[in-house]
């Protein structure tokens, strides 16, 4: 095996793991694949002959481009923080796939990644590493140019604010049960039927992006999200049930075009928050393979 071949291999070794440390940094599968090349990029240009330890070597180059990517989006970022939605994972419900798991081990669903993005660069960066990939504090310290200590530091800050992450009911299909009969009730017109599967302070986050302006906002409360609801119960016939980060969500798709992609967070049976990405730009680079059916 010549040296360029072996270079290769030993990388796409490490891709799935460098894409997930990437996924979670960012939020975003296209930036998560842009850092992601720009690792590869580099190791092209180095010396792999120097590089004792490649994983780690990858990982620290990453979470080094992530963390520039951040600190560059934190400045030009003009839409409103609390509507954002980062890119969702969707599959099939009958269709597990590898890669997926992978970038979703850990439970990564958006409520967290939509903490995460409350977070600073350095917190997030610090999170990330340490607690979802058990790198120690002394690799992280010079990523982020603070000491072991401080670096634990901001770590533990953005564990408190993580915390606040609402979770999911493990029962799949006690979710998809919640999640039809919310549809249901919507396709109905039945207000009432709405209001009883939402969790009195549930929350609506819908972004959608430069081109939906109109779309972009947070709604709070039962009777607040029941009225959207009804208001945008015309798309139900065009509602596909999906696996989104790891819990029940849908595909709206009226004539087979994406218009949402909906998460859904269920707790003891209620609705405790929706997450609809309706972004036209971002919805047309996911894969969204449940519409190929």
Same mark, same amino acid.
């Given at each position: @095996? ?22 979670? @940094? ?52 003009? +839409? ?37 993005? $409350?977070?600073?660069? $350095? ?15 002394? #690799? ?29 009911? $493990? ?20 207000? +009432? ?7 009195? +302070? ?36 065009? *509602? ?6 790891? *819990?029940?969500? *849908? ?21 405790? #928050?929706?997450? $609809? ?17």
């Amino acid at each position: @095996m010549d040296e360029n071949t072996w270079v290769t291999e030993a990388f796409e070794d490490h891709r799935t793991r460098l894409r997930a440390v990437a996924y979670r @940094m960012l939020g975003s599968l296209s930036e998560a694949d842009d850092a992601v090349q720009e690792a590869w990029l580099r190791l092209n240009r180095s010396d792999e002959n120097e590089i004792e330890n490649l994983g780690g070597w990858l990982t620290t180059v990453v979470a080094r481009v992530c963390l520039n990517m951040l600190r560059s989006r934190a400045t030009r970022r003009e +839409d409103p923080f609390e509507a954002f939605v980062p890119d969702p994972i969707v599959r099939r419900e009958d269709d597990p796939d590898p890669e997926q798991a992978a970038l979703l081990a850990d439970s990564v669903g958006l409520a967290l990644l939509v903490v995460l993005e $409350a977070l600073s660069p $350095a917190e997030r960066l610090a999170f990330v590493l340490h607690d979802m990939f058990a790198v120690p504090f002394d #690799e992280i310290a010079p990523i982020v140019g603070r000491s072991p200590d401080a670096a634990r530091q901001l770590a533990s800050r953005a564990r408190r604010r993580v915390q606040g992450a609402p979770t999911p009911d $493990a029962d799949l299909a006690e979710q998809r049960r919640v999640v039809d009969a919310f549809f249901a009730a919507s396709r109905d017109g039945d207000f +009432d039927a709405l209001v009883a599967v939402l969790d009195p +302070d549930v929350v609506l986050r819908a972004d959608g992006g430069a081109l939906r302006p109109n779309v972009t906002r947070v709604v709070r409360g039962a009777h607040e999200v029941a009225s959207g609801a009804i208001t945008y119960s015309r798309l139900s016939p065009f *509602v596909r049930p999906a696996i989104v980060n790891g *819990v029940a969500g *849908v595909v709206v798709a009226p004539q087979g075009r994406p218009f949402s992609v909906m998460a859904f967070i269920v707790r003891n049976g209620k609705i405790v #928050e929706i997450d $609809a990405l309706s972004d036209p730009e971002r919805l047309a680079m996911l894969d969204l393979a449940v519409l190929d059916e």
